[in-house]
């Protein structure tokens, strides 16, 4: 069986590839996802179709890959989710729904990225969303994906508090924090209307499963891609616990940061030394692919509640966050503070998910300047890679960092919080003595925000580091592309949902227009 497309995972970007190549009823594609698939809305299992907590557990969920990343020598464990279901992680995540600044996708162009400037990927933008509060030259009105912000009137009281205390320290107030100049403290905008989390599997695909050119095989693990030279023509896929080999005109990896540089080196395509200490024939020497991993560290500042203040665990944990530029950096909107009105002892602690404990402010890194690394355990594709996320060894990380915490701390001793707070529960006040105590607590504590992304990143022929071209196309390959979170050639300043969903927009643009 032969098509003209294979695409490699029905996440973010592969169900978004997978629904604009099949709009041209003369172009075969094949979609392969080794999650479960549910055609229909009311048989989605609850952690996946709502947006907040439900009896089930997304993170001890099967629709999740539940894998392990290496933080720093005093955190080497963390808790790294993936989706595994069609959606990908967009049918497990957070659904913050937020843009990068245009100076990240300028930032892509200067490195010789030209086709991806902002202004260039507005249209992909305003393509993917309707956004239900606003209506004008930045935002959609009838994409696939629907968003909206919580009202002043329906958040939670601890919200209220944050908003007030970010307002009182000196934060400027914004309606949309997809307004390419804002910046400050504001609703949030999130992709779950009516509480359903509207992953690209409910936005794009579900209106696309009746093409005929569009076939959609869930619970397929593809194992590697076949290569004639350097020529891709198909894949090896396990599926019902045997491996088919399908073949193709052209092979799309959406696997996503972490599947789509694995399954590259796993193929042979990768920094040769590294494929060679495996036993892995090299295909193609391409050093940079599981190189520049890049994410969001986040630490939490988290309080006790006071005895009989109201913690509801299935309410929106999430209404507002704040977004500003860290004291000396040049870059804007470098840092954001996430509230939650709900808080429990970390799951990684043994803490229950839905156990009250009080209310937090994680505290992240927009743009780390640090970057770790993604390198193959073992050839065998059930093996997840290591993940080594190397966090805050840069000074300008840490200084960034601490003065966040500190200033998550000082909001949390606003007069709003007077009636909410009992205590801070971590950092303790000893953690926060000196530069020093404060950046063991960090090292201690930091996490990802499942922003992982740039595994494989584009650039130009010049950078020996680049992976695939500007329009995904791998280099030194023929007929492969990499279509996913891992193509940003650096993070940027926004969770990193709506820009993967961009980019399974944009370079359907270009194949479409046949670059
Ligand atoms: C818990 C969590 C919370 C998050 N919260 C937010 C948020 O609030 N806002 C936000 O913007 N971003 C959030 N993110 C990040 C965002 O969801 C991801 O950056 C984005 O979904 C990545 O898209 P992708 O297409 O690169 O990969 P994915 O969406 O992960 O898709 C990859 C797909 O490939 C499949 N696959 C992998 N390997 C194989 C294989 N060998 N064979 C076949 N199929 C394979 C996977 O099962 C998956 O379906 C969150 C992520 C997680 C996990």
Not at 11 to 19: E, P, Q
Request: aromatic share 8%; with cysteine; charged share 25%.
């Amino acid at each position: 069986m032969k098509y003209d497309v294979i695409v490699i995972g029905a996440g973010s970007a592969g169900s978004i590839v997978a629904t604009r190549l099949s709009e041209d009823p003369n172009r075969s594609v094949l979609l392969l996802e080794a999650g479960p698939d549910y055609p229909n809305f009311d048989h989605l299992p609850d952690e996946v179709k709502h947006g907040y907590a439900t009896a089930t557990d997304v993170m001890t969920s099967d629709h999740n890959w539940q894998f392990t990343g290496y933080g720093t020598a005093e955190n080497p464990e963390i808790m790294v989710p993936r989706g595994k279901v069609t959606g990908g992680s967009s049918a497990i995540n957070g659904q913050m729904f937020l843009r990068g600044v245009p100076e990240d996708y300028d930032g892509w162009a200067a490195r010789g990225n030209d086709e991806w400037t902002f202004q260039n990927l507005l249209g992909c933008f305003r393509r993917l969303e309707t956004d239900t509060d606003f209506s004008d030259d930045f935002h959609g009105n009838d994409g696939p994906i629907i968003a909206r912000r919580f009202k002043r009137e329906e958040w939670r009281p601890a919200q209220t508090a944050f908003y007030n205390a970010a307002r009182a320290y000196g934060f400027p107030h914004t309606d949309d924090h997809n307004s390419p100049d804002s910046t400050g403290v504001g609703p949030t905008p999130f992709n779950n209307p009516n509480g359903i989390r509207w992953s690209t599997a409910l936005g794009y695909l579900d209106p696309a499963r009746n093409r005929l050119n569009l076939t959609l095989r869930p619970n397929c693990t593809v194992h590697r891609v076949i290569f004639d030279g350097n020529r891709a023509t198909g894949v090896m896929v396990e599926s019902g616990g045997e491996v088919f080999t399908v073949e193709a005109d052209q092979i799309i990896l959406s696997g996503g940061a972490i599947a789509s540089p694995q399954l590259l080196m796993l193929s042979g395509v990768g920094p040769g030394d590294h494929l060679r200490s495996h036993g892995i024939p090299v295909v193609h020497d391409l050093p940079g692919v599981g190189q520049n991993l890049r994410d969001h560290p986040i630490v939490p500042v988290t309080w006790r509640t006071k005895p009989g203040f109201d913690l509801d665990g299935f309410a929106p944990r999430i209404q507002t966050c704040l977004k500003y530029t860290a004291e000396g950096s040049d870059l804007r909107n470098d840092m954001i503070m996430i509230f939650s009105s709900f808080a429990t002892e970390q799951v990684i602690r043994g803490g229950d998910r839905m156990a009250p404990l009080g209310i937090r402010a994680s505290v992240s890194i927009y743009l780390a300047v640090g970057a770790g690394e993604l390198r193959l355990n073992s050839t065998d594709p059930h093996q997840q890679p290591y993940l080594d996320y190397n966090y805050l060894q840069e000074e300008f990380d840490r200084k960034r960092l601490r003065d966040g915490v500190r200033i998550a701390v000082q909001l949390g001793e606003h007069g709003d919080f007077q009636d909410i707070i009992q205590e801070r529960t971590e950092p303790l006040d000893s953690d926060l003595e000196s530069d020093d105590a404060l950046d063991h607590w960090l090292r201690s504590n930091v996490s990802t925000a499942q922003h992982i992304s740039c595994t494989c990143k584009m650039g130009p022929a010049s950078d020996p580091m680049a992976v695939v071209d500007q329009y995904g196309k791998v280099y030194g390959l023929e007929n492969i592309r990499v279509v996913d979170a891992s193509i940003m050639p650096d993070c940027i300043r926004a969770n990193t949902n709506v820009t993967t969903m961009m980019i399974g927009e944009r370079v359907s643009e270009f194949i479409l227009r046949g670059d």
